[in-house]
């Protein structure tokens, strides 16, 4: 099945620098690749996504590039802010013939300090 | 829209005893996911649904767990007998049909269970 692994666990910047999140998946089939971010004692949110016939997309701070040769994605998030500490979380699509759902990273605990 | 409803949002129970997590997904939602999170295993997905059928359900670890959608507004997740290693926060989460790029899947706020 699908392995996503994402890298790195944890991650410290500080307030204005920019935070780079990577993930790599084993299934030349996903084509559906979100990512997440989780506050405390919360569920995941969507923050961005990006599908297989997009190489890169933006959204204000936030920005996702995919390689699908080499299976990677990457989030980016510019401009940090304390508000952005958070556990990241990348995912991947996973398909079966009667529909799909997503396999996700371990997650990276991003913390911005001021 | 009132996002997906889990409840309890938090349960301690004694080992042996039996656990349900209910969760109503957003109205209109054709897929249900249960996954289960854990420092150690991270986000993991036990089972999913489309339309009210179990579609996948790989990821339960054993049988003491079972899972249900008896009607498209209703699911529920059981533990019988609940175990120490089952302590971990249960998510549900829905999203409506994929129309073959993938859709955003919406959870809900988790439901904490311990068991002692």
């Known amino acids: 099945g699908e392995n996503v692994e994402q890298h790195p666990s944890t991650l410290s910047v500080q307030e204005g620098d920019s935070a780079v999140i990577k993930c790599t998946y084993s299934?030349?089939?996903?084509?559906?690749f979100p990512w997440y971010k989780q506050e405390l004692g919360k569920g995941p949110q969507l923050i961005i996504d990006i599908r297989s016939n997009v190489g890169e997309k933006k959204d204000q701070r936030i920005a996702v590039t995919l390689n699908k040769t080499a299976k990677h994605f990457s989030l980016h998030i510019t401009e940090t802010q304390p508000e952005d500490s958070a556990v990241y979380f990348c995912a991947a699509s996973i398909r079966s013939n009667s529909g799909y759902a997503l396999n996700f990273g371990k997650g990276t605990s991003l913390l911005v300090t001021p | 829209d009132a996002g997906v409803i889990q409840s309890p949002r938090h349960e301690v129970t004694e080992m042996g005893q039996e656990v349900t997590l209910r969760c109503k997904p957003i109205?209109?939602?054709?897929?249900l996911f249960w996954y289960r999170q854990t420092m150690m295993r991270g986000l993991e997905l036990l089972i999913y649904?489309?339309?009210?059928?179990?579609?996948?359900d790989s990821g339960m670890p054993e049988d003491r767990f079972s899972a249900k959608m008896p009607n498209a507004s209703f699911s529920t997740l059981k533990i019988q007998p609940s175990e120490p290693r089952d302590s971990a926060v249960y998510f549900c989460a829905s999203s409506s049909q994929d129309r073959g790029g993938g859709n955003t899947i919406y959870f809900g706020e988790g439901s904490w269970l311990t068991v002692v």
């Open positions: 109205s209109g939602h054709d897929y």
């Open positions: 649904f489309n339309n009210n059928v179990p579609i996948d």
């Open positions: 299934d030349s089939a996903s084509n559906y």
